[in-house]
């Protein structure tokens, strides 16, 4: 595939780099198989200890150099890596959409949120910003200052194989941290060829070697970043699962983390909503990558008198929907990840029908496709407190229900353990500020006739709950990779002590 090439991705790829060079492994290889026709892309040497080691130690000597460059120099280096992207923006889409399973069109827009985060950490490393205050004291200046942290951890997900690392390690680097990023084993070669386009970069402005580094495989060397006390922050993106388990590791030893954990999205559909708009809103936040974004919509909470009038066009509207190949852009729906994936979407349909959720889409496994990955996006009627309705399942299933009063509606849209994306369809203001007001969403997102997917970058991007309390991306989401020093300065002749301290001897 002309793609790989381009990307300088072979049959066995080294998975481990200190930015430019490639590191001797002897890990386990990890195969990735393209959910789109079951093929076998290429594969991955996994990282063993003495490599990650090596990283480590090459990264933590990186840093001392990289912090000393001035942030706008090292986000002129970030500016070079958007250009770099843009030239490389149809191969790496395609890569993305293949190796995970995504239109191309999806994977296309990943590749252009990398550009844009670059292009806004590149305004970022003229802002990092502190305060200045007035002291109590006389001839004294009190401000603040933030300094990057040290070697920034990211550990990503399947399903945003490359956007998700460009959020953190865009902003990482302009505030003058180094990173190591493990992607998720299901998408190592996205990685690959991210690592590839970035060596291209550092290489022509001799950045030192360890300020990108990949590290490739599952769960144990995550668990090896995690307990490290060489990583002062870990951003993870996953399951609330991994989160869990994560963030204890991290906690026990005092670091930092970004947490971007499950998600268990809403859109409350108003008596007073636009349908039409609704529709789309809901059709794309539900069947959108075959329902595996965390911004994904999993239940619909519908006004009792639009709720069969809202039901029909619905169904109407799945029964156009055309699963299949995702590179071909007349398809909406494209495959689950992995075989592990369809299982557990056929097991939450059946633990669903158990808890008496009527489906009016039934969910199936869709024949004739050599990966054995495509499923129908399905719909069923269920109320909010069954099990399965409170459990992410990374896969289409969307959950409708019925509401009477808003303080109802929201009171279920809050009713969940996640609380990442929100979203309500209404024409009628005073709704409409009460779902935004602090009596509102619970959320991270909460958004007004636009459904739950679909974030842009400009905005802190993240959730609360289950899904982790992490802000990336936008707005002021860069103070998480640094830190926030204090500094007092007297330039008088006496010592004042604060709080009227008198000290005399
Ligand atoms: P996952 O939790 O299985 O894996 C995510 C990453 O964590 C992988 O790189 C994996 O190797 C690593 N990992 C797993 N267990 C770990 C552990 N104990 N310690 C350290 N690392 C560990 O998730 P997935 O199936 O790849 O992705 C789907 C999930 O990610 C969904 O729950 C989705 O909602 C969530 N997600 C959230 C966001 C967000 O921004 N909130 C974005 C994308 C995906």
Redesign the pocket.
């Known amino acids: 595939m002309k793609f790989l090439q381009q990307l300088n991705i072979n049959n066995t790829n080294q998975g481990v780099s200190t930015g430019t060079h490639w590191i001797e492994s002897k890990g386990n290889l990890i195969e990735s198989y393209s959910p789109v026709d079951g093929k076998l892309i290429g594969s991955v040497v996994s990282t063993d200890i003495t490599s990650y080691q090596k990283v480590m130690a090459t990264a933590t000597k990186a840093f001392e150099e990289w912090r000393m460059i001035p942030a706008p120099k090292r986000g002129e280096i970030v500016r070079q890596i958007g250009d770099a992207l843009r030239e490389q923006k149809e191969p790496l889409g395609q890569l993305v959409s293949y190796e995970m399973g995504k239109s191309l069109q999806e994977g296309l827009g990943e590749v252009q949120e990398m550009i844009d985060i670059c292009d806004f950490a590149v305004g970022l490393s003229r802002q990092l910003y502190g305060l200045t205050m007035h002291s109590e004291r006389p001839l004294h200046r009190m401000y603040e200052q933030w300094h990057p942290l040290g070697v920034v951890g990211i550990?990503?997900?399947?399903?945003?194989p490359v956007a998700?690392w460009a959020w953190n390690a865009a902003l990482a680097w302009v505030c003058g941290n180094v990173c190591i990023w493990?992607?998720?084993?299901?998408t190592p070669l996205c990685g690959i060829a991210v690592q590839n386009i970035v060596a291209e970069v550092f290489k022509k402005n001799n950045v030192p070697e360890g300020v990108n580094c990949l590290v490739q495989?599952?769960?144990e060397?995550?668990?090896w970043?995690?307990n490290d006390t060489n990583i002062p922050l870990m951003s993870?993106?996953?399951?609330?699962?991994?989160g869990k388990?994560?963030s204890v590791?991290v906690a026990a030893r005092l670091g930092k983390t970004i947490l971007?954990?499950?998600?268990n999205n809403a859109i409350i559909i108003s008596k007073d909503a636009d349908l039409d708009m609704a529709l789309v809103g809901a059709v794309f936040g539900a069947v959108g990558t075959a329902g595996?974004?965390?911004t994904t919509t999993r239940r619909l909470i519908i006004h009792e008198d639009v709720y069969e009038v809202f039901k029909q066009k619905l169904v109407n509207a799945y029964k156009q929907i055309k699963i299949g190949n995702p590179l071909d852009a007349t398809n909406h729906v494209g495959p689950l990840?992995d075989k592990d994936a369809v299982a557990m979407y056929l097991n939450a349909i059946e633990q669903g029908k158990q808890q008496g959720a009527n489906f009016i889409v039934e969910g199936k496994l869709v024949d004739g496709f050599e990966s054995g990955c495509y499923v129908q996006p399905c719909i069923a009627e269920a109320s909010n407190e069954m099990q399965i309705v409170q459990h992410?399942t990374?896969a289409p299933i969307l959950y409708l229900m019925k509401y009477k009063t808003i303080d109802e509606a929201i009171a279920m849209q809050n009713g969940a353990p996640q609380g990442?994306s929100s979203s309500m369809f209404t024409l009628n203001m005073r709704e409409a500020e009460l779902f935004l007001s602090h009596k509102g969403s619970d959320c991270g997102i909460a958004n007004i006739n636009i459904g739950t997917s679909g974030a842009e970058i400009g905005g802190a991007?993240?959730?609360e709950k289950e899904?982790?309390g992490g802000r990336?991306s936008g707005s002021d989401a860069w103070k998480a990779y640094m830190r926030r020093q204090t500094n007092t300065l007297n330039w008088g002749s006496t010592l004042p002590l604060a709080q009227g301290i008198k000290f005399d001897f």
């Open positions: 550990i990503s997900a399947f399903n945003f998700v493990k992607p998720s084993e299901k495989g599952a769960r060397v995550g668990e970043m995690s993870a993106t996953g399951s609330t699962r991994m388990a994560l590791a971007e954990l499950g998600g595996q974004r965390c990840i992410e990374f990442l991007f993240g959730g899904t982790g990336e």
